[in-house]
């Protein structure tokens, strides 16, 4: 098969949503299918084609949202490249910018299109409008979305129930909607497969003791990200358990507040921005993972962790319990009583942590890329099978005359 990814979002540039995109197009290239990409160039407004024109970067225009860059350019060179690559099936990651290329380019070559939604956008509206205006904001946002994600394409694929009930019941969506969580490369984060001389370096020069109990959190730093929940009950708890530290690895607009806000807690460390390669490593010289955030859609660390032996402490969201069962793989908690109690029992119960690790890893094995791909698969068929009773929003497009070389 010849597929088109179309995102916003791409490596080097590294989220969670580019992250699995990544491990996505390597598990269908080991099926032997042919990926190609129409992505964003994140460091020039130029153009940019690579691995010998299977990758197109279009210029990009900031945000204002950490280094997330737009496009709305789409010259007629653009299109006849993508037109020779003879595509079967269109996958688009995005919404906007280079999603609305991907529709585009759908409707005008008769391509069936699968979209997959990343992210809750309204979360994360107040980045650009800086307070004003902020429900107007989330009303268009919302709109938007249902726009594209009710009339343009041929099948949508969510990674939650709680995405699948966003569009089912809020946005009363009457489309296919396909419950596919994101996988991931989930080798990586064993254990075996990673230097244990190295860890232990890097645990020796995060300022961690042997008998450290260490928490672990792998995020954006933001507001959404609640992390304020943890920083806050770990001023608590270290005060009983000098032995207790946690360990933030990220980057984004609140970091810098929260090193000075937490600066006189010598057990809060800040790795700051991690190389993707790297970040294994800080999973496995930890002892649990913790989030308190309820912006997700998934949660892609949390599977992360498990893949890790280590036990996920999440808040009670449908994001998490989706994957995350309490008391069998991870603690799944309400307030910030109830999770500085389980963080406390687990520092004095090393059997009940051990358990919680061997389950942990054991329920990330549902989560990998092969099996991801595989599920994505299917779903590409069904476009493909129904692309023909299919009928487009815009009517028809003026036909884009198209020449070859």
């Known amino acids: 098969m010849r597929i088109g990814i179309f995102t916003d979002t791409y490596p080097p540039y590294i989220n969670g949503v580019s992250t699995s995109i990544l491990m996505l197009q390597h598990a269908l290239e080991k099926q032997g299918h042919q990926v190609f990409i129409v992505t964003v ?22 945000t204002g949202i950490y280094d997330y860059r737009l496009t709305g350019i789409y010259p007629l060179r653009i299109i006849k490249k993508i037109k020779k690559w003879n595509l079967d099936v269109i996958h688009s990651h995005t919404e906007f910018g280079v ?30 409008t800086k307070g004003y205006f902020d429900e107007a904001s989330k009303k268009i946002v919302e709109y938007l979305t249902k726009f594209y994600c009710d009339k343009t394409t041929t099948e949508l694929i969510v990674p ?39 860890i232990e370096k890097l645990r020796n020069d995060l300022g961690f003791d042997k008998d450290d109990f260490v928490i672990l959190f792998v995020g954006r730093i933001a507001e959404e990200k609640n992390i304020n929940l943890l920083l806050d009950s770990q001023n608590i708890i270290n005060k009983k358990y000098k032995n207790c530290k946690i360990l933030i690895v990220g980057d984004g607009p609140d970091l810098e507040n929260l090193k000075k806000q937490y600066s006189k807690n010598k057990s809060i460390v800040f790795a700051g921005k991690v190389p993707w390669e790297n970040i294994p490593k800080y999973y496995l010289l930890a002892n649990v993972f913790a989030t308190a955030s309820t912006s997700e859609t998934q949660g892609l660390t949390v599977i992360e962790a498990c893949a890790a032996s280590l ?78 009773r299919k009928k487009g929003l815009f009517g028809k497009i003026k036909e884009i005359k198209v020449h070859e070389e």
Do not use: W
């Open 160 to 198: 939650t129930k709680k995405t699948y009930d966003l569009f089912k019941q809020k946005y009363k969506f009457d489309r296919n909607v396909h419950i596919v969580p994101t996988g991931i490369e989930i080798e990586r984060f064993y254990k075996e497969n990673n230097n244990k001389k190295e």
């Open 99 to 128: 999603g609305t290329f991907a529709r585009i380019i759908a409707k005008q070559f008769g391509i069936p299109l699968v979209h997959t939604y990343h992210t809750m956008y309204e979360d994360y509206v107040h980045y650009i």
């Open 311 to 388: 036990p996920p402490i999440c808040i009670n969201d449908e994001s998490f319990t989706n994957v995350v069962i309490d008391d069998l793989n991870g603690k799944i908690f309400n307030t910030k009583k109830e999770y500085i109690k389980i963080i406390e029992n687990l520092i004095l119960d090393k059997q009940i942590l051990k358990r919680l690790s061997n389950q942990a890893r054991i329920s990330s094995e549902t989560y990998s890329s092969k099996y991801y791909a595989s599920r994505v698969l299917d779903v590409y068929k069904k476009a493909i099978e129904n692309s023909g």
């Open 41 to 62: 160039n994140t460091e020039k407004m130029s153009y940019k084609y690579e691995d010998d024109n299977k990758i197109i970067r279009i210029p990009g225009i900031p």
